[in-house]
Each structure stands twice: as structure tokens, then as C-alpha cells.
């Protein structure tokens, strides 16, 4: 999501006048778009504002965008004097304003093409305007010298707008990301997006659909869904359902796949595998986080489903017509969490056999219920179970990798591995799949080809080319 919204700020700031450059040396302004969701993603932000300081005096300005700008606010201009600009997310459409008040240019003027940003994501509608605090400086707030002005743009859950512009600066050739859904109202115990992201606000599927129809006309035939919970998605105008919109979205006139991410167990109806069976453009993978296999914890995180529920919506994709792959994130180490509970955790991977799990050890977060919890787990325990757990989950992949040798896969071409004389291509369940290819028949990036699976690793698989069925 990171990624998509910094594609969105980049287009925004281009259709403002600004140019991007390769490099914080060749920039005037640096905009660096942040992640909270675990401490350590935190800490490395204020490591890189340390190290730009050193730029300051070379007149550049700096901005922190992202979850770390509307959760630390203002507190950034104490620990990073050289920082200009704060905005958090849900106020990206004020971007264009705050430039100009940054600039100190009169409203509406805009900056010649020749200006450059430099815009770095961590992990990315105009409209009429949010709420937002737009501050004069007050004396106790006054810059260094060098810095002109403090400018903040921090919602805090009041904006029930999206962040909709039509100058998206894709950075993907191939794959075009459309997000639906921003923002969050779960409240999960241990996670920070609900403060950082603001309330939960869905596009309509009107104006969905339209950018559908256009990127499919730019030439790009894989689209992505996004949203905190893309599958909590409430079309503003009551027209369509999620599973509704996603069917939609692969009727569009030359899109040949569409994936979505994140899906949340609470919000996961069987409708959406009915439409996955009744519409061949959609993939067949779907990502359902679970967080853990105990539903004592599962109730102490808030995730407000079971289990069993969990397990009850997987029967269904495993019920499914198409071969589903699923996929989940996973924290150990939350507060409480017994050495029963995380047995709990192993047994469903074992029981489910995902094809991928992001694994990571709980965080405390600024804010959330969780840090009112008794019995923190040690550090070097929560170490300890993530490794037990990868190793685990190593051994699933590897035997359910193994199923795939001896299958045809049509993959996307994604790109050329020169030093492996390899193509790398991605199957419609989202397995990264390598493959050869004698150069008379080399597939081009961006198409689709077939290919014969010949061995299996545990996170890939790979195989040749099989020329006759390809390259469409
Ligand atoms: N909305 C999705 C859901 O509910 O499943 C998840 C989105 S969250 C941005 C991505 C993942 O980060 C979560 O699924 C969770 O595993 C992980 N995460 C969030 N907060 C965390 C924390 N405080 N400590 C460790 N991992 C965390
Ligand atoms: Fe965080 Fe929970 Fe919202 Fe997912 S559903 S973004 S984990 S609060």
C-alpha cells in the first residue's frame, strides 16, 4: 500500500510542477514516506532523517509522509529539526496546498518543471478539503535557520474522503494497483493503523471501475486491489458488494488478472470464492491473515473470530472449483501468549498447509490497547517461537512446492535474470516461477507464456518454457 501511495504523491507532485529525480543529492525536496507498523520500521526513519540532516545545509527541504508522520505529528520537528512538512495519509489531498505554503509561492502558482523531489517509500482526489491543521507558527515553534517553515497535515480520523487523483505515477509497467478501500475501524489490540491511517472509507465502485477501464486502456492487463481490508469494502453508493466489484473489475475489457490483498477473516464471505470459481480473469490466491491459531489469543487481540471460523473460511476456498493458494501473516509473542497458545499456531499451519506466511514478532505500538497487557513475552522468547515457526513452515512449502513439478503454469513474465539466464514469471496462484528459454522463443516482459515445472524450492519454483502454447 506503501508503495501505491507513493505512486500517487509522485504523480500528484509531478502534475504540480515538480520533476523526480534519481537521488537525494539531485533533490531539492525530499519527501520520505513512512511505516509504523513495527518499532524497528519506526526507529529506521529517524536513522535516515539523522543522516539527511547533514543535507540541510545545501538548502534542501524535507517532508515525512506516512504512518510515522500522523503518529508522531509534531513531535518529528523536535527530534528532526530539518523536517518542513508532516503529513499523514489521510491528508495527501492537502499536498498540493502545503506545497505551496512550503514553497512560500502564492496560492495557485505552481513550480517551474525544472524543480525536484525525491520520494522514498518504506516498505504507497482531488477534492474539496479535509480537515487539517494547517498552523501558522507559533514562537515556541519557530525553525533553525535554513528551515522556513513547519507545515502539518494530520487528520486524526476525521476524513471520510479518499485519496482519488488521476496523475498516478505507476511505477510498474505490468501490474496496476487501484486502492478501494483506505484506512481502518477494527482497532486489533496490538496494530497502530487505525491511528495512523484514519477511519475506514470506501471508494465508489463507479469511480473503481473507471480507473479500471483506464489502466486497462494504458495497456496493462494485471490489476491489484488494495486496502487495509479490501474485503470490508462498502460501496458508498450501495451498488455493489466486494465480491460484486471484484467480479466487475475482471469483466474489464482486456484485464486478464486480478488479485486483491488484505483480506480479514471477520469480513471474508463465501461469495467472494463464489466469484473467484464464476470469473477465470480473478486469481486464484487469496491472503487471509490469522494472526494466531489460538482463539484465546485471538480474543485477547480483538480479532473478534475464532478458530474455527478461520478454519470454516478456508473449507470454503479449499471447496472452491480452482485450486485456491492462501497465504496468511502470523505474530507470535503477544502479550500472554502461552506455549499452548503457539502450539495452537503450529497446528493450524500444519492443518491449513499455506502457501506463504509472514511471520512477525509482536511489537508494542504507541496508543493501542495492547500495551495495557500483563505478561510480556521476552524478546529472546519471541525469537525463539518465530524461528520454530518459520522452520516449520519451511518444510509445508517445501513439500506443497513439490506438488507443482510436472504441472503447466501460465505465468506473467515479470522480468530477465541475466546472471541465471533465467525468465522470472508469476502464476496466477502468485508462486514466483523461474524459467528457461531458448532466445528464439524468449517471452517478452509483461506477456504471458506457459511453462512446464521441473524442480521446487521452498519459496520458488521453476521450469522451461514450453513454446508452442506461448507467447501471447
Ligand atoms: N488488515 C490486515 C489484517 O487485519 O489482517 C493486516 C494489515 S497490517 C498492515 C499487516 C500485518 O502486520 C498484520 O497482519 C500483522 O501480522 C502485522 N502487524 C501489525 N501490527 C503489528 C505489531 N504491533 N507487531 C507485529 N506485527 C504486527
Ligand atoms: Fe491493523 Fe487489525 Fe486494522 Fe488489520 S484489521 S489494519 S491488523 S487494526
Not at 524497528?40 to 545545501?58: G, I, N, P, S, T
Not at 506516512?66 to 512538512?85: D, M, N, T, W, Y
Not at 495557485?108 to 480537515?131: F, I
Not at 482519488?164 to 482497532?187: L, M, Q, S, V
Amino acid at each position: 500500500m506503501n508503495v501505491h501511495d507513493s505512486e500517487k504523491v509522485v504523480g500528484t507532485l509531478i502534475q504540480e510542477g515538480y520533476r523526480q529525480v534519481e537521488s537525494v543529492e539531485q533533490a531539492d525536496l525530499i519527501l520520505y514516506n513512512t511505516c509504523s507498523i513495527r518499532d524497528k520500521a519506526e526507529q529506521k526513519v529517524f536513522h535516515r532523517l539523522a543522516d539527511y540532516k547533514k543535507l540541510q545545509a545545501q538548502g534542501k527541504k524535507f517532508g515525512v509522509l506516512g504512518c510515522v508522520a500522523q503518529q508522531e505529528g509534531e513531535k518529528i520537528f523536535e527530534r528532526a529539526p530539518h523536517v518542513s512538512l508532516v503529513c499523514g495519509s489521510a491528508s495527501y489531498q492537502n499536498l498540493p496546498g502545503m506545497l505551496v505554503q512550503l514553497e512560500g509561492t502564492a496560492s495557485g502558482v505552481r513550480r517551474p518543471a525544472s524543480d525536484s523531489l525525491d520520494l522514498e517509500a518504506e516498505a504507497g482526489k482531488s477534492g474539496s478539503l479535509a480537515p487539517v491543521a494547517w498552523r501558522p507558527l507559533s514562537e515556541s515553534r519557530q525553525p533553525e535557520a535554513g528551515s522556513l517553515i513547519r507545515i502539518t497535515g494530520l487528520d486524526d480520523r476525521q476524513t471520510d474522503k479518499c485519496f482519488e487523483t488521476e496523475y498516478t505515477a505507476r511505477t510498474n509497467p505490468h501490474r496496476a494497483y487501484i486502492t478501494i478501500i483506505e484506512g481502518c475501524d477494527k482497532f486489533c489490540a496490538y496494530c497502530v493503523v487505525p491511528f495512523t491511517r484514519g477511519k475506514e472509507r470506501s471508494r465508489t465502485s463507479a469511480s473503481v471501475l473507471n480507473e479500471a477501464r483506464q489502466i486497462a486502456d494504458l495497456g496493462y492487463s494485471e490489476i491489484q486491489l488494495l486496502g487495509q481490508n479490501v474485503n470490508s469494502y462498502r460501496d458508498p453508493d450501495g451498488t455493489k458488494s466486494f465480491a460484486e466489484l471484484l467480479a466487475a473489475v475482471g469483466e474489464v475489457p482486456g484485464i486478464r488478472r486480478v488479485r486483491f490483498t488484505t483480506s480479514h477473516p471477520r469480513d471474508f464471505g463465501r461469495d467472494i470464492v463464489d466469484a473467484i470459481d464464476a470469473v477465470p480473469t480473478l486469481c486464484d490466491h487469496v491472503h487471509l491473515p490469522v494472526q494466531s491459531g489460538s482463539t484465546r489469543v485471538l480474543d485477547a487481540m480483538q480479532r473478534l473470530y475464532t478458530r474455527e471460523q478461520y478454519l470454516e473460511r478456508i473449507n470454503w476456498m479449499k471447496s472452491a472449483k480452482r485450486q485456491i493458494s492462501i497465504t496468511t501473516d502470523v505474530i507470535v509473542g503477544f502479550p500472554g501468549e502461552t506455549e499452548a497458545d503457539f502450539a495452537e499456531t503450529l497446528s493450524l499451519l500444519d492443518e491449513v498447509g499455506f502457501d506463504g506466511v509472514f511471520s512477525f514478532k509482536y511489537s508494542a505500538r504507541p496508543n493501542t490497547p495492547a500495551l495495557q497487557l500483563e505478561d510480556a513475552i521476552p524478546e529472546e522468547e519471541k525469537s525463539r517461537r518465530l524461528e520454530v515457526l518459520m522452520a516449520k513452515q519451511r518444510d509445508i512449502q517445501i513439500a506443497r512446492y513439490k506438488q507443482y513439478i510436472g504441472t503447466i503454469c501460465e505465468v506473467m513474465v515479470e522480468a530477465k535474470n541475466e546472471a541465471r539466464a533465467q525468465w522470472v514469471g508469476r502464476t496466477t496462484q502468485n508462486k514466483t516461477l523461474n524459467f528457461t528459454a531458448t532466445e528464439s522463443v524468449a517471452p517478452a516482459i509483461g506477456k504471458y507464456a506457459q511453462v512446464l515445472v521441473t524442480k521446487s524450492f521452498p519459496n520458488s519454483i521453476a521450469g522451461e518454457l514450453i513454446p508452442a502454447e506461448s507467447v501471447v
